[in-house]
């Protein structure tokens, strides 16, 4: 089985550096990539450096990956803090004067270990009556998609298959995502509304960590696929589930736990990264 350590970066790897990394992991043969992105073909059996640092100082993901890991055919995205920068019930929070209590139960739920469903409970309670022109005003001035996200789905669907936005946020905001990103599916948490204004719940049933991993199979089963040919990206907790069991699982500026379940952690990097993470060269990105 052929076995590759990937190296990435927010920014350009210079040659001098490219040189530093040969050196450390005493390997003379590598395959630039693209400008952020460079891998080395490397022998499982040979014990490696459990941490890389540069002289530059600059930031870099390092991630072991397998020819095998790569027969992919769906990319499965959590939506808040992942592909985008903001968690939507945050920022609908802060236009309402609720950011700090709302903001709070986040944390909690996203990185510290809060049940989920008890968490966006709590949130959306502290939302009711919030005027739906909030949420346009949100989605126009306080949403921002993340650097390499277009390029990672877009290119993602040139090469390998489809993909899908699995998001605990809400369609108000993933439907509109998933038109930006063009991927093949979305799935959200549909918000109660009444008269204009939030009611505080949820219509149907709840997308939480165990629903996107029940999601993520299902679109992996599809056309008589492999259910477990997955990519899955996410930041919180709950995304634990699916990422822990899909072939590709990348914890993107994730919390502890996610970390600790993720086999891929990107740090340092943009979304983009995923694609050199499966062998792909920057000339072969759609932008």
Known sequence: MVNFCVVTSHEGISSS????????L?????????????????????????KIELESRKKIDVNFISEDERDVHLLVSDMDGTILKEECIDEIADLVGKGPEVKSITALAMKEGLNFNEAL????????G??????????????????GASVLFKTFKKHFGETAILSGGFTFFADRIQRELEADFSFANVLEIDNNRLTGKIMGSLINSEKKTELMKRLGARKGKSASRVVAVGD??????????SAVGVSFKGSNQLNISAKHILQNSDLSAILYL??????QFVY
């Open 17 to 24: 550096e490219i040189s530093v990394l040969k050196s450390v």
């Open 26 to 50: 005493n390997i003379e043969k590598v395959d630039i990539l693209g400008s952020c992105g460079l891998q080395f073909q490397i022998n499982p059996k040979k014990k490696l450096p459990d």
């Open 121 to 128: 409970e709590r949130r959306l309670a502290l939302l009711k």
């Open 130 to 147: 919030t005027g739906v022109e909030v949420l346009e005003h949100c989605i126009a001035e306080k949403i921002n998609i993340r650097s």
């Open 236 to 245: 919180g907790n709950n995304d634990i589930g699916m990422i822990s069991e």
């Open 278 to 283: 499966l062998g792909l060269k920057e000339e």
